[in-house]
C-alpha cells in the first residue's frame, strides 16, 4: 500500500515556475516508481513524467521534456515535479501515482494521489 498527497499547484503566469511535490507514506512508498501525470478538462490523462526509487532514473512527456525536471528526496519520501517556463497548455489537475514498474503507461500505476490544480494564464 502506497499513499500519495501531491501538494503546490496554484495560478501562475505564463513563463512562471512552479514546484509540485508528492509526499508518499506506507511500506513501498520508498522502493516505488513514482510518475507525474496531468488531465486537463475533456482529455485523457497524459504522462508528463517518472522516476525510479533510487533516482537513477527519469523519464519525461515530450510536452515537458527540457522544462520539467523529475526528483526524489527518499529520506523525505518526497518526490518533486519542478515546472519551469510555463504554458497555458500546461493548466491541468497534476497527479502523482505509484508503480512497480518503470513506464509511461498510467494502467501500470496503482495508487494514486488526490492531484492539485495548475492554472497557467496568459
Known amino acids: 500500500q502506497v499513499q500519495l498527497v501531491e501538494s503546490g499547484g496554484g495560478l501562475v503566469q505564463a513563463g512562471d515556475s512552479l514546484r509540485l511535490s508528492c509526499a508518499a507514506s506506507?511500506?513501498?512508498?520508498?522502493?516505488?516508481?513514482i510518475g507525474w501525470f496531468r488531465q486537463a478538462p475533456g482529455k485523457e490523462r497524459e504522462f508528463v513524467a517518472c522516476?525510479?526509487?533510487?533516482?537513477?532514473?527519469?523519464l519525461y512527456g515530450n510536452s515537458v521534456k527540457g522544462r520539467f525536471t523529475i526528483s526524489r528526496d527518499n529520506a523525505k519520501l518526497t518526490v518533486y515535479l519542478q515546472m519551469n517556463s510555463l504554458k497555458p497548455e500546461d493548466t491541468a489537475v497534476y497527479y502523482c501515482?505509484?508503480?512497480?514498474?518503470?513506464?509511461?503507461?498510467?494502467?501500470?500505476?496503482?495508487?494514486w494521489g488526490q492531484g492539485t490544480q495548475v492554472t497557467v494564464s496568459l
Open positions: 501515482a505509484a508503480s512497480g514498474q518503470f513506464t509511461r503507461s498510467r494502467y501500470s500505476y496503482n495508487y
Open positions: 506506507g511500506r513501498s512508498s520508498s522502493s516505488s516508481v
Open positions: 522516476i525510479t526509487s533510487s533516482g537513477a532514473n527519469t
